[in-house]
């Protein structure tokens, strides 16, 4: 798979595990339950994508250059929260982008795997839940 883009909930983005925000964690990791994000290879990028509740736009909010795939036990909170497989980041070559991306009209542009555009009034969120 070439780079891939998820979705990330605002709350998980701006508080992280450790509640200092998503970018603060050592490391710097994606969880998802899904195994596709493992198609995702070492030095291909995840864009992370987010809504904002203050505004309603969609931004890119993380780059992320893949160092590492990892799965967490289901049994741990991380596993049980957030899903089994995992993505670590090589945390000198990922940027935390914050608000300055917003995305909606590109996302809307992109075609997916599938072949099918997010289309207007459909949720952005949901068109991206599959890694």
């Known amino acids: 798979m070439a780079d891939a ?4 909930q605002w709350d998980s983005y701006k508080r992280g595990l ?3 925000g998503f970018f603060a964690g050592d490391p710097v990791a994606f969880n998802s339950r899904q195994d596709r994000l493992h198609k ?3 030095g291909e990028k995840l864009w992370l994508v987010s809504r904002c509740p203050d505004d309603g736009q969609h931004y890119f909010v993380c780059l992320l250059q893949i160092a590492t795939q990892r799965h967490n036990r289901p049994d741990t909170e991380v596993g049980k929260a957030f899903g089994e497989f995992a993505v670590e980041a090589n ?3 990922s940027h935390d ?3 300055r991306f917003p995305c909606d009209g590109i996302l809307r542009a992109l075609q997916f795997e599938t072949g099918k555009p997010v289309r207007v009034g459909a949720h952005i969120g949901q068109a991206l839940q599959t890694i």
């Open 5 to 8: 883009i998820a979705y990330i």
């Open 18 to 20: 450790d509640g200092k």
């Open 40 to 42: 995702v290879a070492r």
């Open 91 to 93: 945390r000198s070559a």
């Open 97 to 99: 982008l914050a608000k």
